[in-house]
């Protein structure tokens, strides 16, 4: 909601209040942002305070104090994601070009007290110096960068424009950088965002979410602005309300699927079905999907010690450490039906359970979906729970 509040009042200040009533719409009702903003992903997180800080540093020339405000607000989005040190930083660098030095230093002010608040007297706490999680945090990254999901550096413009819904993307993206000079305390953060973002190896879509709202919502500013200022436009004004009503019916269908959508729906639901259960342990054996770290907090226990088998030889180690171990599973969670009965036979006889199934938990519509969309990355993942018994 705060994002609709901000995005509204943004609009608001740079093109009045009918511009704003259609943008502050849109962002209300993107079919992504409604499902994203009750997912506790960081990069989602920090949406709300970046929004705050982009308002408040655009006021900034009318009030010092707003440029203190503005800090505060881009200092707990910090707080929140690493990563928008970048928009925050290149947020300064403008105030730096345009000699607004009392409003850079009240900027930073307040960039620095709620950091510090925030992430520098827990990392004192805990690690003996301010920032310290942040120090290690870049390290690993910086060493770790091609570890995890890569792809060419076009990946997130191709995301972006799928995402907002094409054509009315390309006018969005394209009116993204109508007016920048007005509105380069937006424009340059997000773009020196995206930029590095698109050229660092690890590539995530959550990554890029951070500044989805802004690019949607300067994109409809702009564009409003460009119709109502175009000679072509105004005189093929259908052709403009087709295109909106071509990008609202697919919205439509798009926010209502992923409104109702059951994320992760197999791992939840494996999860579940050992809640009020005596869990002493779980053994995740995962087929040619592999294992997945299921969400514990379903299961009303936490942390649930457990054990991954993927292969012979991992469940020959896994012979040896129960022998010793003073933790030993109660269940058995099996990714994937390839060769299930087979997979069950194998681990009974080797670790000397007795398996009994309790439940078979199926994706749900949507995750078939991804899945199938891009099998790479999105595993089509059943999952089924079985209790362990010594023979």
Known sequence: LLVVVFGFRIAEFLSGREVAKKAGLVLALFWLLPFLSVRTLVEVVCIPPLMGGFFYALKSRENLRNAFIAGLWFGLAFAFRYQTLLISGTVGAVFLFRRESRELFWYFTGFFLLALLIQGTADILAWGYPFASFVEYVRYNFAH???YTTGPWYNYILLVTGALIPPMSFLVLFSFFRNWRKTILIVLPVLVFFVLHSFFPNKQERFILPVVPAILLLGVIGWEEFVNNSEFWSRHRRAVKGLWTFFWAINLI???SFSTFYGKRSRVEAMYAL????????????????TSQPPFFYAGTYPVPFFEVNND???HEMKAELQTSPVQFSHVVFFGQEDLEQRVQHIEGELGRKLRLEKAIEPSFLDVVFHRLNPRHNKNELTFVYSANLQ
Request: hydrophobic share 40%; charged share 20%.
């Open 145 to 147: 960068g091609e570890d």
């Open 254 to 256: 798009l926010l209502l």
């Open 275 to 290: 809640y009020g259960k005596n869990v002493t342990g779980l053994l995740l054996a995962g087929g040619t999907v592999g």
């Open 313 to 315: 030889r991992e469940l």
